[in-house]
T-cell receptor
Framework: GQNIDQPTEMTATEGAIVQINCTYQTSGFNGLFWYQQHAGEAPTFLSYNVLDGLEEKGRFSSFLSRSKGYSYLLLKELQMKDSASYLCAVRRTGGFKTIFGAGTRLFVKA | DTEVTQTPKHLVMGMTNKKSLKCEQHMGHRAMYWYKQKAKKPPELMFVYSYEKLSINESVPSRFSPECPNSSLLNLHLHALQPEDSALYLC??????????????FGEGSRLTVL
């Protein structure tokens, strides 16, 4: 089976830093992805972790601890356009099965 | 070309109609996917094709019939759908090369309404 948990909603202020957590349970872990989805649009890829540690990409960083089944997405210098849903997704071994968490809706306020 | 193109963008159909959703990519990706997404819910995996062969069917009702005619095209044939099948249908593709992240590239989706 597979279970992915994220907070439903978060609110943060423009210019601030926000951390969105994701915990997962899966048999056969083969990578964790973060996607951004604006309302009415398709998800777009943000980051990928398969080994423990931090991956940094501009204003976005993602962290993974496989032993804890835990990841977070860190967004720095928040902008209004960062208001979107952030989806944590886990890929299983042995194929191409990528399953999404329910997503965290982030509201950035001025 | 880094796009996944889906047509039509919007589709309204009756419960007795037969229609098809189409998806095309020219990135050389050999894995293609159909996901279904309801409002304020995450995408739910329906089907995966790998090298033009169906590799995953997530127990999807037979009124949804996928087809992969070649490595660039993916279709979803719809027949005798129910109103609860109304949703955004997302096509995605991913590379399968060793060393790639295997990230999903999504199309804009086809918004389906079943009356």
């Amino acid at each position: 089976g597979q279970n992915i948990d994220q907070p439903t909603e978060m609110t943060a202020t423009e210019g601030a830093i926000v951390q969105i957590n994701c915990t997962y349970q899966t048999s056969g872990f083969n990578g964790l992805f973060w996607y951004q989805q604006h309302a009415g649009e398709a998800p777009t890829f943000l980051s990928y972790n398969v080994l423990d540690g931090l991956e940094e990409k501009g204003r976005f960083s993602s962290f993974l601890s496989r032993s804890k089944g835990y990841s977070y997405l860190l967004l720095k210098e928040l902008q209004m356009k960062d208001s979107a849903s952030y989806l944590c997704a886990v890929r299983r071994t042995g194929g191409f099965k990528t399953i999404f968490g329910a997503g965290t809706r982030l509201f950035v306020k001025a | 070309d880094t796009e996944v193109t889906q047509t039509p963008k919007h589709l309204v159909m009756g419960m007795t109609n037969k229609k098809s959703l189409k998806c095309e990519q020219h990135m050389g990706h050999r894995a293609m996917y159909w996901y279904k997404q309801k409002a304020k819910k995450p995408p739910e995996l329906m089907f995966v094709y790998s090298y033009e062969k169906l590799s995953i069917n997530e127990s999807v009702p037979s009124r949804f019939s996928p087809e992969c005619p070649n490595s660039s095209l993916l279709n979803l044939h719809l027949h005798a759908l129910q109103p609860e099948d109304s949703a955004l249908y997302l096509c995605a593709s991913s590379p399968v090369l060793a060393g790639s992240t295997g990230e999903l590239f999504f199309g804009e989706g086809s918004r389906l309404t079943v009356l």
